[in-house]
């Protein structure tokens, strides 16, 4: 069975950094595109950036360019989410997901595994 378990989520201050750690078991990431989403209680959850299995293409929504790195470890199967120049508006739940298909796809509903989620909060 997929599980993806979620760490480093807490509490930063606005211009600080945080790496969020998502442990994958049950599968590889050889053949499913991963990545992070996240979720403000009320709203919907949203595309963060995700990491094709395909060339290891990688792709980020606008409001977290040039701040937010995501990388894996195929080897161990871990993908990071590597966070700077965190801005309140950042907090959130932060998911991470993978879906059995090699491309990635920034629409939560494409993928079928998700993590517990891990708290990311920004302070002013």
């Known amino acids: 069975e997929a599980q993806l378990v979620e760490s480093g989520g807490g509490l930063v201050q606005a211009g600080g950094s945080l790496t969020l750690s998502c442990v994958a078991s049950?599968?590889?990431?050889?053949?499913?595109?991963i990545g992070w989403f996240r979720q403000v209680a009320g709203k919907e959850r949203e595309g963060v950036s995700c990491?094709?299995?395909?060339?290891?293409?990688?792709d980020y929504a606008d409001a977290v360019k040039g701040r937010f790195t995501i990388s894996s470890d195929n080897a161990k199967n871990t993908l990071d989410l590597q966070m700077n120049s965190l801005k309140p508006e950042d907090t959130a739940v932060y998911y991470c997901?993978?879906?059995?298909?090699?491309?990635?796809?920034?629409?939560?509903?494409?993928?079928?595994?998700w993590g517990q989620g891990t708290q990311v909060t920004v302070s002013a």
């Open positions: 997901a993978a879906r059995y298909d090699p491309l990635s796809s920034s629409s939560p509903s494409a993928y079928a595994y």
């Open positions: 049950g599968f590889t990431f050889d053949d499913y595109a």
């Open positions: 990491l094709s299995a395909i060339d290891r293409d990688t």
